[in-house]
């Protein structure tokens, strides 16, 4: 038996061992997840090519002891639409630099009409970009393992333009095709995602099954300018080329 068809086997006989056991169940297709998001300064660093590690190691030192920053995040999901924002919950204690920024910063998707809605703040303004939906060229993996409680199955993909390998883990008994950030389009909720080896890290750790009433609403009278994607993409790269011309980490004033 090929490779790949062996994946796919793999992955037929899991799916068929999670219906079989009662887990693929109505109730799983509506509620709210919390992730855990560690963020590794050491590690984003170590990613870029174009500062000598001189300059690396005189940021690092510039903050200090501490290289790791936790926050939590919010994903609102039912079976077609998800909405996922920062949490107003501290992570860690004396957190104020990330639990008392107001920055607009929020991400929903309809899975029917195959559209989404974000609002970002970037560079001083605030953006809302409307635009169909493109997932990621996930490539299906055949580990798996247990996260918050459900069986997930692994996937990777690159992103290109900020230089970033991810690997998520996604639920075989959660069969909706979304997830944290940017992170959807495989065939279950994505509970992990790990980019960079460890540089940023999104993990589940509760999941709240219940009914929804207007979590999944995108925030009303918010000012921004109307964009798509592509013009978003294009103001990402005009700021990342700023930021490597002035020979600063690319990801400063924006999200990883």
Not at 47 to 55: C, E, H, L, V
Not at 123 to 148: F, R
Request: charge should be neutral; hydrophobic fraction near 40%.
């Amino acid at each position: 038996m090929s490779t790949k068809n062996t994946k796919i086997y793999l992955f037929a006989m899991v799916c068929l061992l999670v219906i079989a056991t009662g887990k693929l169940k109505a109730q799983t297709s509506e509620g709210i997840i919390r992730y855990l998001r560690t963020q590794n300064w050491a590690k984003m660093m170590s990613t870029i090519d174009y500062m000598s590690k001189n300059q690396r190691d005189r940021m690092m030192y510039m903050w200090g002891s501490r290289s790791e920053w936790k926050t939590y995040t919010l994903l609102h999901f039912n079976a077609t639409e998800s909405k996922y924002e920062d949490s107003e919950e501290e992570a860690e204690p004396g957190n104020e630099g990330w639990s008392n920024r107001k920055e607009l910063f929020f991400m929903k998707r309809d899975f029917n009409t195959r559209t989404l809605y974000d609002g970002i703040y970037l560079i001083g303004k605030n953006y809302l970009i409307h635009d169909s939906i493109v997932p990621p060229s996930w490539k299906i993996l055949n580990d798996m393992k247990e996260v918050a409680g459900h069986i997930c199955m692994n996937a990777s993909c690159v992103d290109t333009l900020r230089k970033q390998n991810i690997i998520v883990w996604f639920a075989l008994d959660m069969p909706i095709p979304s997830g944290p950030d940017r992170f959807i389009g495989l065939p279950g909720m994505i509970l992990e995602v790990d980019i960079n080896n460890g540089a940023t890290i999104m993990t589940a750790d509760k999941i709240d099954l219940k009914p929804l009433t207007t979590e999944l609403n995108a925030p009303e009278k918010i000012k921004g300018k109307k964009i798509d994607m592509a013009e978003y993409t294009r103001i990402v790269v005009k700021q990342m080329a700023e930021r490597k011309a002035e020979e600063e980490p690319w990801f400063w004033g924006m999200r990883y």
